[in-house]
Antibody, heavy 120, light 108 residues
Framework: EVQLVESGGGLVQPGGSLRLSCATS????????MNWVRQAPGKGLEWVAN????????WYVDSVKGRFTIFRDNVKNSVSLQMNSLRPEDTAVYYC?????????????WGQGTLVTVSS | EIVMTQSPATLSVSPGERATLSCRAS??????LAWYQQRPGQAPRLLIF???TRATGIPARFSGSGSGTEFTLTISSLQSEDSAVYYC??????????FGQGTRLDIK
């Protein structure tokens, strides 16, 4: 069974940092692109970042470029999101999501999410 | 950035009837369009990709159609468990991958 379990969320002050992790199991992790998608309270979905199978490509939404870094560990089967210079507008549930295999950049498995609250 | 616009914002339909949800893209996507269902308190679930291909385990009541800039998700024989927010997502041109704002479906 495919499983994705996020951790690391919490309350942080504006300007602070937080590192989210997503532990995976049940599939060949190194074969998949991985993503982070967030959802502000009561709002819609926003794709944040993704990373290629070998980590050689990383892409970000403009609003987090230069502040967030995605990385992965293909030995530990995990993907992480380092978030720096956090802003109140970064408050959201952050989901880890797996790309489908093949040419479709769609998300066929999701974690349960971890809540990040940026507030003083 | 490709902007995705969904309509209506809210839809209320009776059990057993059919719901039709729309998604429009600001530029042509070919068929690179997906639909997700998000029930309250849950993570999203992939329903449809490539505009009309059902994801694994998705019942045939869910069907997708369209290409270019206009897409439709149709849910037939509505059940109470179909109450959710539905999102479309484009993956034709990224970054960024973008979602519509969602359509809330209520089964009254």
């Amino acid at each position: 069974e495919v499983q994705l379990v996020e951790s690391g969320g919490g309350l942080v002050q504006p300007g602070g940092s937080l590192r989210l992790s997503c532990a995976t199991s049940g599939f060949t992790f190194r074969s998949y692109w991985m993503n982070w998608v967030r959802q502000a309270p009561g709002k819609g979905l926003e794709w944040v970042a993704n990373i290629k199978q070998d980590g050689s490509e990383k892409w970000y939404v403009d609003s987090v470029k230069g502040r967030f870094t995605i990385f992965r560990d293909n030995v530990k089967n995990s993907v992480s999101l380092q978030m720096n210079s956090l802003r109140p507008e970064d408050t959201a549930v952050y989901y880890c999501a797996r790309d489908q295999l093949g040419d479709d950049d769609t998300f066929d498995h999701w974690g349960q999410g971890t809540l990040v609250t940026v507030s003083s | 950035e490709i902007v995705m616009t969904q309509s209506p914002a809210t839809l209320s339909v009776s059990p057993g009837e059919r719901a039709t949800l729309s998604c429009r893209a600001s530029q042509s996507l070919g068929s690179n369009l997906a639909w997700y269902q998000q029930r309250p308190g849950q993570a999203p679930r992939l329903l449809i990709f490539r505009a009309s291909t059902r994801a694994t385990g998705i019942p045939a009541r869910f069907s997708g159609s369209g290409s270019g800039t206009e897409f439709t998700l149709t849910i037939s024989s509505l059940q109470s468990e179909d109450s959710a927010v539905y999102y479309c997502q484009q993956y034709y041109n990224w970054p960024p991958i973008t979602f519509g704002q969602g359509t809330r479906l209520d089964i009254k």
